[in-house]
């Protein structure tokens, strides 16, 4: 990504371009100049309508002097980042399969804004992410570097955009990497020590409760879920101060539940080995922190994550146990599959110690919320309507969609329960929107906002498909969270 050409001069025998066109199919200057040098070949296949410019449509061209790949972007008015990111990882997966030590991106257009690079420089490097970790053969063939074209005139800071792009590609990747990691290597107390590792050279404070800890200041929703693995939990604090000293923080929490079995009330088998993915909504808190770090926001921000596993043993909490929180509170266990709002409670009831700005949180919490939204777009509720309008606006910037359902005083009324405050399942109908009511008792009047990312954590059946995301963990909730505290 270190390569940078102002303009375009000329090819190497051999070379990769990929260039850009719309729907209008009208060629920009650079694009003629590409076309010139491969004997008008583009200006030919566009005349004989083998290319129509259509969103998502590419062919490449293969000539003595350079490989070309075109790639539609479709109607004009409807350029968005999240159509430059997806172009350009489909130009790196394309220099990768042909084995390209370089390849170049043009996109010439007068409103190459910064939010542009960044968007080429993300979807470059994403579409080159590869899990292999677990494989024998680790070689991965990687372009060493990428050039992107661009106009002369065009006024940004172009080695900041460069730069940023790459900061929020390793966020992601970062998300992923823990994600798709098996439960077996990536236990409660690995996943505090990687928190660990990554603060080590930045500027962020770590703090890790154990399970002494824990008891000791009353945990019990993150304790009761744990009691049934021989994994000890733990809460991992990340704190970033980038903004005024005493300026209130915004506090990011995570469900990190490193493998979910169901517990007593034991899951399925069919597809159980994606719940290692339960752990996505930490990953993506965690991912987060690293990249305010990096890009050096001026805000304060503090990352919390409830760590554990759940599994059935005869230690293990069981339906029909009350569970006394952080905050005192106590709920009734109806099921022990419903886990991830327990372990929020606490982890939401503990952020009002910083007297936050705002608490978002982010889990793979109801398969209610895929019945409902599908695997395009994530569920989004809350008590504060400013942020979750501003949330949505950063899901249509930068493609990581969301949507509000309701959260009113009647579906509350079906977590009551009889012998404790409330209950941990509201019934059939509306899961999504009950486990955020449950969520509720524990923000008080803080703003807040949930994000049920169930459906759009990792790679399920009706997943838009994307260049820039591969099978797997997909690392939904960064790309939003940071285009959100950069426009607050």
């Not at 019990?220 to 879920?225: A, E, F, K, T």
Request: with cysteine; charged share 25%; aromatic share 6%.
């Amino acid at each position: 990504m270190n390569n940078m050409k102002k303009k375009f001069t000329a090819f190497e025998i051999g070379s990769f371009i990929s260039t850009t066109i719309y729907d209008d199919l009208s060629l920009s200057p650079n694009t003629r100049k590409i076309d010139k040098q491969i004997g008008n070949l583009i200006s030919s296949i566009i005349k004989n309508k083998e290319f129509t410019g259509k969103s998502n449509e590419s062919i490449l061209l293969r000539t003595p002097q350079t490989n070309v790949l075109l790639i539609g972007l479709g109607n004009k008015k409807c350029i968005s980042n999240d159509k430059l990111r997806d172009a350009a990882a489909k130009a790196s997966i394309t220099a990768k399969n042909l084995k390209t030590k370089s390849f170049s991106f043009n996109h010439d257009v007068s409103d190459m804004t910064n939010d542009y690079i960044e968007a080429v420089v993300q979807g470059s490097e994403l579409g080159l992410y590869n899990f292999n970790v677990y494989k024998s053969n680790k070689k991965d063939f990687r372009p060493l570097t990428m050039n992107i074209i661009i106009k002369n005139k065009i006024k940004t800071s172009l080695t900041k955009s460069i730069r940023n792009g790459e900061i929020i590609a390793d966020a992601i990747m970062l998300s992923r990497d823990i994600s798709n990691l098996p439960s077996r290597d990536c236990t409660p107390l690995q996943l505090a020590s990687r928190a660990k590792k990554i603060s080590s050279n930045r500027p962020l404070k770590t703090t890790i409760f154990n399970t002494d800890k824990l008891k000791k200041l009353g945990f019990g929703g993150l304790l009761g879920v744990a009691s049934g693995s021989q994994q000890p939990p733990c809460f991992i604090i990340m704190e970033y101060n980038g903004g005024k000293r005493g300026e209130k923080p915004i506090v990011f929490v995570g469900k990190t539940i490193t493998f979910d079995t169901g517990g007593i009330s034991i899951k399925p088998s069919a597809s159980m080995d994606e719940m290692k993915h339960d752990k996505s909504g930490g990953a993506t808190v965690m991912a987060i922190m690293q990249a305010v770090a990096d890009l050096k926001l001026p805000v304060n921000v503090v990352g919390l994550m409830p760590a554990t596993e759940n599994m059935p043993s005869g230690s293990a909490y069981k339906p029909g146990d009350v569970i006394t929180f952080y905050n005192k509170k106590t709920a009734e266990i109806l099921n022990t599959d419903a886990e991830g709002r327990v372990i929020l409670a606490d982890a939401l009831s503990y952020a009002q110690n910083y007297k936050p700005r705002m608490i978002i949180d982010f889990a793979t919490l109801t398969g209610a919320c895929i019945v409902a939204l599908g695997t395009a777009v994530s569920g989004l509720l809350g008590n504060d309507k400013k942020i979750i309008n501003s949330l949505f606006e950063s899901g249509e910037r930068t493609g990581e969609k969301v949507w509000e359902l309701p959260l009113t005083n009647e579906y509350k009324k079906l977590i009551k329960s009889d012998i404790a405050d409330i209950k941990n399942i509201g019934g059939r109908g509306a899961g999504t929107i009950t486990a955020a009511a449950f969520l509720s008792h524990f923000v008080d009047d803080y703003p807040w906002a949930h994000l049920d990312i169930a459906g759009t954590a990792w790679t399920q059946d009706g997943t838009p498909k994307k260049s820039y995301i591969k099978k797997g963990a997909t690392g939904v909730g960064v790309l939003l969270s940071i285009d959100f505290l950069r426009n607050l």
